[in-house]
């Protein structure tokens, strides 16, 4: 029997399983970073980043809110009292029931404690502030709580799929939101992409033989 | 008020190239940018910076549009005598920031 046309097309889903990393194979993504990217870092003079720790640094005295709290009358010197909190993030919060990172953390302190507005995201004080917080870990290993909630696949999940689409600045400024144009904010994403589901397509195209041998063009899309 | 890095020795010797480096925090907003609505984002960029060492200019950059948002500028000149080095950045609004560091000559 002949076929003279043949079309295939092979939808192959794969969900990629993330294998738990020992700690001592974790490498920070200073070493993934490109020569140039690592001299910005390595001198605070000429890191932007700095700009944002020092503005962080002076919000940080600011009284805010109903309470006329700043984040200094509760936490004091942020030397000390800040010192590895970054490296503990994302933590999981008991009362809301889910994982939260830094910025959620402030912001909470902010409706809770300093009964202030909470701050927009990618806002520059918000910016400042995890910035500035962070900074405080400088060096530290990160130590993410071992939580068997925190680690449950479906919260951990969520976390990141928040994080992927919100953020934008990081050391490398590297979440999601680069995929959107940045002159239509909040317009629909130019691609969208899962952060654990891959499906490839594979169709094939062409003339179908007996024996099968030639399938024709073959394209992929990964999507 | 913009935030201001700036990286030079405190100390050096006599007739020493020394390296400054400066950085300002500034959106360098081009003027071609549309927002959300579609209308043109104003042009608000630095359009110069100097820095005079013991009120001699020694160094001068006019800016565009092309450069990025915090501008980041180093430059060097020679350690002559004891005294204060001033950096002005002027932009489009005619504001100016200045800021100034003493530099020490053994």
């Not at chain 1, 939808?11 to 490498?27: G, H, K, M, Q, S």
């Not at chain 1, 993030?89 to 994982?99: C, E, I, T």
């Not at chain 1, 959107?180 to 499906?199: E, Q, S, W």
């Not at chain 2, 800016?63 to 005294?83: R, V, W």
């Given at each position: 029997?002949?076929?003279?046309?043949?079309?295939?097309?092979?939808?192959?889903?794969?969900?990629?399983?993330?294998?738990?990393?020992?700690?001592?194979?974790?490498?920070?993504?200073?070493?993934?970073?490109?020569?140039?990217?690592?001299?910005?870092?390595?001198?605070?003079?000429?890191?932007?980043?700095?700009?944002?720790?020092?503005?962080?640094?002076?919000?940080?005295?600011?009284?805010?809110?109903?309470?006329?709290?700043?984040?200094?009358?509760?936490?004091?010197?942020?030397?000390?009292?800040?010192?590895?909190?970054?490296?503990?993030?994302?933590?999981?919060?008991?009362?809301?029931?889910?994982?939260?990172?830094?910025?959620?953390?402030?912001?909470?302190?902010?409706?809770?404690?300093?009964?202030?507005?909470?701050?927009?995201?990618?806002?520059?004080?918000?910016?400042?502030?995890?910035?500035?917080?962070?900074?405080?870990?400088?060096?530290?290993?990160?130590?993410?709580?071992?939580?068997?909630?925190?680690?449950?696949?479906?919260?951990?999940?969520?976390?990141?799929?928040?994080?992927?689409?919100?953020?934008?600045?990081?050391?490398?400024?590297?979440?999601?939101?680069?995929?959107?144009?940045?002159?239509?904010?909040?317009?629909?994403?130019?691609?969208?992409?899962?952060?654990?589901?891959?499906?490839?397509?594979?169709?094939?195209?062409?003339?179908?033989?007996?024996?099968?041998?030639?399938?024709?063009?073959?394209?992929?899309?990964?999507? | 008020?913009?935030?201001?890095?700036i990286n030079l020795p405190?100390?050096a010797?006599r007739g020493e190239i020394i390296e400054i480096k400066t950085?300002?925090?500034?959106?360098?907003?081009?003027?071609?940018?549309?927002?959300?609505?579609?209308?043109?984002?104003?042009?608000?960029?630095?359009?110069r910076f100097a820095c005079t060492y013991n009120g001699e200019e020694v160094f001068r950059v006019e800016?565009?549009?092309?450069?990025?948002?915090?501008?980041?500028i180093a430059f060097s000149t020679i350690a002559t005598e004891t005294g204060e080095l001033v950096f002005t950045w002027?932009?489009?609004?005619?504001?100016?920031?200045t800021e100034s560091r003493r530099i020490?000559i053994?």
């Amino acid at each position: 029997m002949r076929r003279l046309f043949g079309v295939a097309l092979a939808l192959v889903a794969t969900i990629a399983v993330a294998a738990e990393i020992a700690p001592e194979a974790r490498r920070s993504g200073y070493g993934f970073a490109s020569a140039e990217t690592r001299v910005m870092q390595d001198d605070d003079t000429a890191n932007p980043g700095m700009l944002w720790v020092s503005q962080g640094e002076g919000l940080w005295t600011k009284k805010a809110g109903a309470a006329g709290l700043s984040c200094r009358d509760c936490h004091g010197d942020a030397q000390a009292s800040m010192s590895n909190v970054a490296a503990r993030y994302p933590a999981f919060d008991a009362a809301l029931g889910r994982p939260i990172d830094l910025e959620q953390r402030i912001n909470l302190c902010r409706t809770e404690h300093q009964r202030a507005e909470p701050l927009t995201w990618e806002s520059e004080d918000l910016l400042a502030l995890t910035g500035f917080v962070a900074h405080q870990s400088r060096g530290l290993p990160i130590a993410v709580d071992d939580n068997p909630e925190l680690n449950d696949r479906s919260t951990r999940g969520a976390l990141r799929i928040r994080r992927a689409g919100r953020r934008r600045a990081g050391a490398l400024s590297d979440g999601a939101r680069p995929w959107h144009d940045d002159r239509n904010p909040g317009g629909a994403p130019l691609i969208k992409r899962g952060p654990v589901l891959f499906v490839r397509v594979v169709v094939l195209i062409g003339e179908g033989r007996d024996d099968g041998a030639d399938l024709g063009d073959r394209v992929m899309l990964d999507l | 008020m913009p935030r201001v890095l700036i990286n030079l020795p405190e100390r050096a010797t006599r007739g020493e190239i020394i390296e400054i480096k400066t950085l300002i925090q500034h959106p360098m907003e081009t003027g071609y940018r549309l927002d959300s609505n579609g209308a043109r984002i104003p042009r608000d960029i630095i359009n110069r910076f100097a820095c005079t060492y013991n009120g001699e200019e020694v160094f001068r950059v006019e800016l565009f549009p092309a450069i990025a948002a915090n501008p980041f500028i180093a430059f060097s000149t020679i350690a002559t005598e004891t005294g204060e080095l001033v950096f002005t950045w002027t932009d489009d609004d005619g504001q100016t920031q200045t800021e100034s560091r003493r530099i020490t000559i053994e």
